[in-house]
């Protein structure tokens, strides 16, 4: 839909997603599929949430975290996919102006969240590991709250002066977003206005988001991976090992999927695989994660036993 203001500019109203255009069957496909993994993300994310908030041998600052990585994925997952699994059924729809940038920024302000509470897990890691007998005493429960509310203060913040920003931008050509959910790239795509600036700022913005956190963590695993090593027992060497390589798994997937979408150059990369690279981070990251920490960590496995039991 298009109204026309004061100065004769047609200006769009609603944007319409066209989603995966193949056939009716692979989209069925596809519909079950994604409702299948949003099923189980939520439920393996409440299990997780469950779980620590119930066991007390998990009320520990690392499982205290895993708990807000599992909010943050169910925030993402119910923003994106039951719009997605409406467009699939449809082959495309409407979204309005207001709807589209309030779902960009329930995707980014978590997105950005993690990427501030996944280095804070990192440097929970190389204390515990690197200043044992200091852990108690470094990491206490009011510390830990602290450095939680900062990344969400800062995760949604940031993110909310850069929608407000695109939000001003003139949207008065065609209003199909060819994507499957309201992301920054198709937007800045389909708008009239000069991007320069808003490009800009997405470019600052990556040094403090993106560049200064992996900084961070690759430092507190080079730390990490020498304090292990310098262990002489081979048990404690791969206990140590064990108790990191939960959250390396989820950082790697985390940002290799990231960095697959806006980072790393599109140029030559079809429409189809951005689609599909834009899927693995907002919907089945979140399925995943639930799963790593539940294979890989006999303490979760230990409380869903305990909680069989019951």
Not at 28 to 43: A, D, H, P, R
Not at 78 to 106: A, H
Not at 158 to 179: Q, S, W
Not at 201 to 214: K, M, N, S, W
Request: hydrophobic fraction near 50%; glycine fraction near 4%; charge should be positive.
């Amino acid at each position: 839909m298009r109204i026309f203001n004061e100065n004769n500019l047609t200006v769009v109203t609603e944007f319409f997603l066209l989603g995966f255009q193949v056939r009716q069957s692979i989209r069925i496909s596809l519909f079950y599929l994604l409702l299948v993994v949003f099923c189980g993300t939520i439920c393996g994310n409440l299990l997780i949430i469950t779980l620590v908030s119930t066991t007390r041998n998990l009320h520990t600052p690392m499982y205290f975290f895993i708990s807000q990585l599992s909010i943050s994925d169910i925030l993402v997952i119910t923003n994106i996919v039951p719009n997605l699994l409406q467009i699939l059924l449809k082959n495309g729809g409407t979204i309005t102006f207001i709807d589209c940038f309030t779902q960009l920024y329930f995707l980014c302000a978590p997105e950005v969240f993690e990427c501030f509470l996944l280095t804070v897990m990192s440097y929970d890691r190389y204390v515990a590991i690197c200043n044992p007998l200091r852990y108690s005493t470094i990491m206490t429960s009011g510390y830990c709250a602290i450095l939680l509310i900062t990344c969400w203060i800062c995760g949604f913040s940031i993110v909310l002066i850069y929608i407000i920003k695109m939000a001003k931008l003139n949207f008065c050509g065609p209003n199909i977003l060819d994507h499957l959910f309201c992301d920054i790239v198709p937007l800045l795509e389909i708008s009239c206005s000069d991007t320069f600036i808003v490009h800009l700022e997405i470019y600052l913005l990556v040094i403090p988001i993106v560049i200064i956190p992996t900084i961070i963590i690759v430092m507190s695993y080079t730390y990490i991976v020498s304090a292990v090593l310098k262990i002489k027992s081979s048990v404690h060497r791969q206990k140590a090992f064990s108790t990191c390589s939960s959250h390396l798994t989820v950082v790697s997937i985390f940002y290799w999927t990231m960095f697959g979408v806006y980072v790393f150059p599109s140029k030559g990369r079809t429409i189809t695989l951005s689609k599909i690279l834009s899927l693995l981070y907002t919907v089945f990251t979140p399925f995943i994660n639930p799963i790593i920490y539940s294979l890989r960590n006999q303490d979760i496995k230990k409380a869903i036993l305990k909680h069989a039991t019951l």
